[in-house]
């Protein structure tokens, strides 16, 4: 089975920037593509992107397009979420998710492994 752990979140000012990591270990082979998801007190998790072992390919969330970019290194078995010019509706806890199925997703549902999340935090 594929274990996922986030790292990277903390407290950032609004227009700042913050970058999570999101580890992968275990069966690495088990899974196609790497998701992000955030989820606010009393709102649903939301997709915030997506990304392919293989490929590269990529989907982002509508809220997030143009500021956040999502990445891979495949040797080191880790996917990173950088995130630009944060505002204070990015305050969240992030998941890291893996899929073992092919294709781009941005539904919860399609994915199969989660980590335990990482808090971010704007101020403004």
């Known amino acids: 089975q594929v274990q996922l752990v986030e790292s990277g979140g903390g407290v950032v000012q609004a227009g700042g920037s913050l970058r999570l990591s999101c580890a992968a270990s275990g069966r690495a082979s088990s899974s196609n593509g790497m998701g992000w998801f955030r989820q606010a007190p009393e709102k649903e998790r939301e997709f915030v992107a997506a990304i392919t072992w293989s490929g590269g390919r990529t989907l982002y969330g509508d809220s997030v397009k143009g500021r956040f970019t999502i990445s891979r290194e495949n040797a080191k078995n880790t996917v990173y979420l950088q995130m630009n010019n944060l505002k204070a509706e990015d305050t969240a806890v992030y998941y890291c998710?893996?899929?073992?199925?092919?294709?781009?997703?941005?539904?919860?549902?399609?994915?199969?492994?989660w980590g335990q999340g990482t808090q971010v935090t704007v101020s403004s």
């Open positions: 998710a893996a899929r073992r199925l092919l294709g781009l997703t941005s539904a919860p549902l399609d994915y199969d492994s």
